[in-house]
């Protein structure tokens, strides 16, 4: 594996989750960053965790426990947990 993959920092949620590459909508196909009535569509990952780290407070789209797609905003950046990374 990629050393610089396995360093890769991303931001937590307050509820522990994380912006990651599974987060892509399934419906439109990309990652949604961006308070509401701002947000931003980016096709890959990489681009959108890139604007993320340019945020005063970052804020990104996921699914909650009912699936659907609500607004979180970090509270703090750790390395991506490795079930997420590609080798």
């Not at 890139?50 to 509270?75: C, F, L, Q």
Request: hydrophobic residues 35%.
């Amino acid at each position: 594996m990629n050393a610089l993959k396995s360093r890769i920092l991303v931001p937590f949620a307050s509820d522990g989750t994380c912006f990651n590459p599974s987060l892509r909508c399934p419906k439109s196909g990309t990652y949604t960053v961006g308070e509401s009535g701002k947000e931003i569509t980016f096709d890959d990952f990489d681009s959108a965790l890139e604007h993320i780290k340019m945020m005063y407070t970052p804020r990104w789209r996921r699914p909650n426990e009912a699936g659907d797609w609500e607004i979180v905003s970090a509270v703090i950046w750790e390395v991506l947990p490795e079930k997420y990374r590609a080798d």
